[in-house]
C-alpha cells in the first residue's frame, strides 16, 4: 500500500490578519490529528513562535525575514524533513507565513521539495474583514494572494457591520471566484475544513500553480515586487520593567507607517507584576491580553513593531525611553489605568 504523504498547509494573510488566532485554534480543535508547525516572523524576536499554545516537539521556527526570501528549498526542506519523520507521527504540517511574505513562493518551494512523504496541502489565506480595503488599497498584490488561495477566511467578523462585512465577502468573491470564502471570528473554523479538503478540481488547480510558479522562478528571485521590500521592522527587548505611562504616551502617538506591533510587555506595577501583557496593534487596533508569566520565564519586554516608511531608530529610541531604569519600589496600580482601557476586546 503507498504511504500516506502529509499535508503541508501555508497559513498565510497580511500583517495582524489573524494566523496565529487561527493556528492556535486549529492546535486546540485537532482532535487525535497531530500538526507539525513552521513558523516565521518578519521580526528578529520570535514573537510568533511564543505565542502558538503548548508546542514543543512538533514546532520549528524560522526567524528573522520571510520566509519567502530568507529560506531557500533546501533549508526548508529540512524543517519539513525534520516534521516528516515517522517517528514524530505528524498527520499535517501547517507552514505560517510571516505577515509580508508571498505566498506562491512558499508553494513552490514545498513543490519543488525532495521529500517524498510531503505534499502541498493548499493555501489558507486569512483576510482581516476590518482592514481588507484598506490594506488592498495600499498593497494591490494582495488581490493575487487571495487569488491564489484554497480556502479564504474572512476573520475578524465581529469587527464590522452586515454591510461591511458583506461587501468584503462580495469582493473576495469576485478575486477567487468559486473558492470557498468562511466567515470567522477568532479564527473559529471548522479543522476539517483544513485538513481533509482534495476535490478533484483542486488537485488540477494546483498542479497549474505549480507549472507556473516554477517557469517563473528566476524572475520570482527579484524580491523587489514583494510585500515585504517596502517594509522595515524593528526588534526591542528590555529586562527592565516599562513604564506603562510612557509606553502608552508612545503607543497613543505610532506614527502611521507603523501598522503592526507585537510582543509581550512587563511592568513592574503593584497587582501586575505576575503578568505577562501580550500587546498587539494592527492599524489603529491597539489591545493588551494579560496573561500570568510562564513557570521560570524571563520577565522581559520583547516586541516588534513593523511598518512602512517608518523611522526605525526613532521608535527604538521612543521604547527605549519607556524603560524604568531607576531601581524603586513598584509603581502605583493607577499608573496602569491607560493600559488597562485596551485589555477588553
Ligand atoms: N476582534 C477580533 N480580533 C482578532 C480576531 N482574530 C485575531 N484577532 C486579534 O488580532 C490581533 C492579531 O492577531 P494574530 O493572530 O497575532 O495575527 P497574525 O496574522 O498572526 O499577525 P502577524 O504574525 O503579525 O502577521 C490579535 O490582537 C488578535 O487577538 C477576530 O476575529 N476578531
Avoid at 488540477?204 to 527579484?222: G, K, N, P, W, Y
Amino acid at each position: 500500500m503507498a504511504k500516506r504523504q502529509i499535508p503541508v498547509i501555508v497559513l498565510a494573510g497580511f500583517l495582524g490578519s489573524g494566523k496565529t488566532t487561527l493556528l492556535n485554534h486549529l492546535l486546540s480543535r485537532s482532535g487525535g490529528s497531530r500538526i507539525g508547525v513552521v513558523v516565521n516572523d518578519f521580526g528578529s524576536i520570535e514573537i510568533d513562535a511564543m505565542s502558538v499554545a503548548g508546542q514543543v516537539d512538533s514546532m520549528v521556527s524560522l526567524g528573522n525575514g520571510c520566509l519567502c526570501c530568507a529560506v531557500d528549498t533546501s533549508e526548508l526542506d529540512v524543517f519539513l524533513e525534520r516534521l516528516a519523520r515517522p517517528a514524530a507521527r505528524i498527520d499535517v504540517i501547517v507552514i505560517e507565513a510571516s505577515g509580508l511574505a508571498e505566498p506562491q513562493e512558499l508553494i513552490r518551494m514545498i513543490l519543488a521539495s525532495d521529500n517524498k512523504n510531503i505534499v502541498y496541502g493548499g493555501l489558507v489565506e486569512v483576510v482581516d474583514a476590518a482592514e481588507f480595503p484598506r490594506t488592498r488599497a495600499r498593497h494591490p498584490e494582495l488581490d493575487r494572494h487571495v487569488a491564489l488561495a484554497d480556502l479564504v477566511v474572512l476573520n475578524k467578523a465581529d469587527r464590522v457591520g452586515e454591510e461591511e462585512h458583506r461587501a468584503v465577502l462580495d469582493e473576495l468573491g469576485r478575486l477567487a471566484p468559486g473558492r470557498a470564502v468562511v466567515p470567522a471570528s477568532y479564527g473559529r473554523v471548522d479543522p476539517e475544513l483544513l485538513f481533509d479538503r482534495k476535490p478533484p478540481e483542486r488537485e488540477e488547480a494546483i498542479r497549474q500553480l505549480s507549472f507556473e510558479d516554477l517557469v517563473r522562478e528566476e524572475e520570482c528571485h527579484d524580491h523587489d515586487g514583494h510585500l515585504h521590500s517596502a517594509y522595515d521592522s524593528v526588534a526591542f527587548t528590555s529586562p527592565a520593567p516599562m513604564d506603562p505611562r510612557r509606553l502608552m504616551e508612545f503607543l497613543d502617538h505610532r506614527p502611521d507607517g507603523l501598522y503592526r506591533i507585537k510582543g509581550f510587555v512587563h511592568f513592574a506595577v503593584t497587582g501586575h507584576r505576575g503578568k505577562r501583557y501580550a500587546l498587539h496593534a494592527v492599524g489603529d487596533f491597539l489591545r493588551f491580553y494579560p496573561a500570568p508569566w510562564g513557570r521560570g520565564e524571563e520577565r522581559a519586554t520583547r516586541l516588534v513593531l513593523i511598518g512602512t516608511g517608518i523611522d526605525t531608530e526613532a521608535l527604538r529610541a521612543g521604547l527605549e525611553a519607556c524603560r524604568v531604569t531607576e531601581p524603586a519600589r513598584d509603581a502605583e496600580e493607577h499608573t496602569m489605568w491607560g493600559v488597562l482601557r485596551y485589555v477588553h476586546a
